[in-house]
T-cell receptor
Framework: NAGVTQTPKFRILKIGQSMTLQCTQD?????MYWYRQDPGMGLKLIYY???????DKGEVPNGYNVSRSTTEDFPLRLELAAPSQTSVYFC????????????FGPGTRLLVL | AQSVTQPDIHITVSEGASLELRCNYS??????LFWYVQSPGQGLQLLLK??????LVQGIKGFEAEFKRSQSSFNLRKPSVHWSDAAEYFC??????????????FGKGTHLIIQP
């Protein structure tokens, strides 16, 4: 079991560029999440999904888009990268009955210059 | 909405000494409570969790936490720290509703430094 995997590990973007952060889980979890972590700020929820085809906004969704076509994958899209999106991005998954116990991937460090 | 406060941004402890990391939450009822640890450059690993019942919960790596309803606290403890415990520690809460679908609310973290 690989758990939650994320690619890439690190990326530098120029302002205005776009990219997709990939997240895959092999635990057959229904629920998946994207958080961003900024220094001294903890983690903030960007988007979450309760299953294929169903997504919802979290606390800080502006500038991001998500889709969920399969149970395993939950990509996060940045359309027009801005310096404010410089952060570490974490994907997590959970399951019904898990009482919100979330399992995290290793993270993607993104630098927008 | 729930919130989490970790009052200590940094804590320095000597190796072998005891540790207590503080966590206070704000929520109208008893939420689900979690402690996660993040080693440098790594993801978050679940240390322990509390849902209900016995207010003292045991976790991995020798950690335990005590839920105190009257103080809205969920402090993390370890009787004797090791150099490998140096990391960032996050307390998190989840509302016990919504079927488990929505996310957790995290504190800002406590950075633990271990002195030799």
């Amino acid at each position: 079991n690989a758990g939650v995997t994320q690619t890439p590990k690190f990326r530098i973007l120029k302002i205005g560029q776009s990219m997709t952060l990939q997240c895959t889980q092999d635990m057959n979890h229904n629920y998946m999440y994207w958080y961003r972590q900024d220094p001294g700020m903890g983690l903030k929820l960007i988007y979450y999904s309760v299953g294929a085809g169903i997504t919802d906004k979290g606390e800080v969704p502006n500038g991001y888009n998500v889709s969920r076509s399969t149970t395993e994958d939950f990509p996060l899209r940045l359309e027009l990268a801005a310096p404010s999106q410089t952060s570490v991005y974490f994907c997590a998954s959970s399951y019904p009955g898990g009482r919100k116990t979330q399992y995290f991937g290793p993270g993607t460090r993104l630098l927008v210059l | 909405a729930q919130s989490v406060t970790q009052p200590d941004i940094h804590i320095t402890v000597s190796e072998g000494a005891s540790l207590e990391l503080r966590c206070n939450y704000s929520y109208g009822a008893t939420p689900y409570l979690f402690w996660y640890v993040q080693s440098p450059g790594q993801g978050l690993q679940l240390l322990l969790k509390y849902f209900s019942g016995d207010t003292l919960v045991q976790g991995i790596k020798g950690f335990e936490a005590e839920f105190k309803r009257s103080q809205s606290s969920f402090n993390l403890r370890k009787p004797s720290v090791h150099w490998s415990d140096a990391a960032e520690y996050f307390c998190a809460v989840g509302a016990p509703t919504g079927g488990g679908a929505d996310g957790l609310t995290f504190g800002k973290g406590t950075h633990l430094i271990i002195q030799p």
